[in-house]
């Protein structure tokens, strides 16, 4: 499984930008999707995921209300809008990809990476 994630940047704070992840999985439909980040000299941390069937989705508590992940099954690619971004979301942000039966948080759980892109937000 490949991912090949875009649509980073720099942003001024408020500002928004959707992050694209498209894959070369056949099976997309049947995998859950997620969104990973790791700023400088911090632990990778999870962002948002969502379930094969795209019926459960999950969110950190810091991008709560702000992001909202989201497929097209049609085009094997998975959204991360994000909205009223802040100098803390300033990080290198990675898809994942693994058949789950719903969103996990643990990096663990996830087999497959992207490559990541940067996200720079300024104040």
């Known amino acids: 499984v490949q991912l090949q994630a875009s649509g980073g940047g720099l942003v001024q704070a408020g500002g928004s930008l959707r992050l694209s992840c498209a894959t070369s999985?056949?099976?997309?439909?049947?995998?859950?999707m997620g969104w990973f980040r790791q700023a400088p000299e911090k632990e990778r941390e999870f962002v948002a995921a969502g379930s094969w069937g795209g019926g459960s989705t999950d969110y950190a508590d810091s991008v709560k209300g702000r992001f909202t992940i989201s497929r097209d099954n049609a085009k094997n690619t998975v959204y991360l809008q994000m909205n009223n971004l802040k100098p803390e979301d300033t990080a290198v942000y990675y898809c994942?990809?693994?058949?789950?039966?719903?969103?996990?948080?643990?990096?663990?759980?996830?087999?497959?990476w992207g490559q990541g892109t940067q996200v720079t937000v300024s104040s």
């Open positions: 999985v056949r099976t997309f439909s049947r995998y859950s």
């Open positions: 994942v990809a693994q058949r789950l039966p719903g969103p996990a948080a643990a990096p663990a759980a996830w087999g497959y």
